[in-house]
Each structure stands twice: as structure tokens, then as C-alpha cells.
């Protein structure tokens, strides 16, 4: 019997919060930065560990990562602004941020691209970041 040869994790960047009990999936997906490791999946090592012992078995590891935006501020009109504890070398450089508005119309895809969705919309076309 053949099982599968892909493992998929959710994003190991470091978040936002850091969650020690259950599983809290949307937390993964607000970085802070674009270090390996968090308080869900565990340390940089404990991925370098998950991937030795899944390549021994012949299984690849496809690991999830955001790169557009970062975890917010909160709710209301902070949803824009990235969470205090986002790397400050990105936090503190204004020309690595989109304009801090939400999407009005998704239909109009500059929209889509250069605003915000309910959090810190990262200036990809910025080549420094």
C-alpha cells in the first residue's frame, strides 16, 4: 500500500501571538517576520528534525508561507497597522507598507494588489524588502 509523498505545513514564521494551548490556524497566517519558528509548530530545529525524518521515508515537506502582509494591530481602524511586535527593520520603513485602506471594490484589481484585506498589506514591489 503507497501512502502520500508530500507533507504540507501551515506557515513557521513566526506569529503574532504566541499560542501554547489548542490550535488556533489563523494565527499562523499573521507573521511577524520572516524567521522559522513559532509557538504552534515548534523551532527552527524541530522543522529541520520533521524534515530529516519525513526525507527518510521518501516524503517532501511543502511548507506555506506568507509573504504579502503581516499580523495587525487588532480590530476596527487598526487592522491596517502591523501588530507591535512585527520585525521593526520592516515596521519602522514606510516605503514597505501599501496604503493602509481596505478593498473596496474587488472587482478592480489594482485594488485588490495594492490594498489591504483586514491586515498589514506588505509593498512587495519594493525589491529592498
Not at 7 to 31: D, F, H, M, R
Not at 37 to 66: M, P, T, W
Request: net charge negative; with cysteine.
Amino acid at each position: 500500500m503507497r501512502g502520500t509523498g508530500l507533507l504540507l505545513t501551515s506557515p513557521i514564521q513566526a506569529n503574532k501571538e504566541g499560542v501554547t494551548e489548542g490550535s488556533k490556524w489563523w494565527i499562523l497566517y499573521q507573521p511577524i517576520n520572516f524567521n522559522i519558528g513559532n509557538s504552534q509548530l515548534g523551532s527552527r530545529e524541530d522543522f529541520k528534525q520533521l524534515c530529516q525524518e519525513a526525507h527518510k521515508y521518501g516524503i517532501s515537506v511543502i511548507v506555506d508561507v506568507v509573504a504579502n502582509h503581516t499580523g495587525n494591530a487588532g480590530g476596527g481602524n487598526q487592522q491596517y497597522q502591523p501588530a507591535h511586535n512585527v520585525d521593526l527593520v520592516i515596521k519602522n520603513n514606510r516605503y514597505f507598507w501599501h496604503e493602509a485602506r481596505g478593498v473596496e471594490n474587488w472587482n478592480d484589481r489594482w485594488q485588490v494588489t495594492q490594498w489591504g484585506i483586514g491586515l498589514s498589506d506588505l509593498n512587495m514591489s519594493n525589491q529592498e524588502l
